[in-house]
């Protein structure tokens, strides 16, 4: 068993294999002011922040997103690589929400 950086054991093999936010327990890949992601020491700890960072961003208590933005307009802030990716992410979000990319955060958080 190999630790990895964020406390939960991983076999060498699940380790090599496991993409970069499983070995960070951030499965937002958020970063920090600073431009780095961010290391939890579980997964569960690194889904709590991802809650709250959408939540922050839905009720204006992130600087960096207004709740009038939609989801699409989110990704393009939270994942800013280009526009490919932008609708990859806010098309996928969306329907796994049974929403449209077009809908408000602040609507979203209603849900």
Same mark, same amino acid.
């Given at each position: 068993?190999?630790?990895?950086? &964020? @406390?939960?054991?991983?076999?060498?093999?699940?380790? %090599?294999?496991?993409? =970069?936010?499983?070995?960070? &327990?951030?499965?937002?890949?958020?970063?920090?002011? =600073? @431009?780095?992601?961010?290391?939890?020491?579980?997964?569960?700890? @690194?889904?709590?922040?991802?809650?709250?960072?959408?939540?922050? %961003? &839905?009720? @204006?208590? =992130?600087?960096?997103?207004?709740?009038?933005?939609?989801?699409?307009?989110?990704?393009? !802030?939270?994942?800013?690589?280009?526009?490919?990716?932008?609708?990859?992410?806010?098309?996928? !979000?969306?329907? =796994?929400?049974? !929403?449209?990319?077009?809908?408000?955060?602040?609507?979203?958080?209603? !849900?």
């Amino acid at each position: 068993m190999q630790e990895n950086r &964020c @406390g939960s054991q991983l076999t060498k093999e699940e380790y %090599a294999k496991a993409s =970069h936010s499983r070995k960070l &327990c951030n499965p937002g890949n958020i970063k920090n002011i =600073h @431009g780095e992601f961010i290391t939890f020491n579980t997964y569960e700890e @690194g889904w709590t922040y991802l809650k709250n960072y959408i939540q922050r %961003a &839905c009720t @204006g208590q =992130h600087k960096a997103y207004k709740p009038t933005f939609t989801i699409r307009q989110f990704f393009e !802030v939270y994942a800013p690589d280009g526009s490919a990716i932008i609708n990859n992410y806010s098309s996928f !979000v969306a329907k =796994h929400m049974g !929403v449209f990319p077009s809908m408000k955060l602040f609507e979203i958080y209603k !849900v």
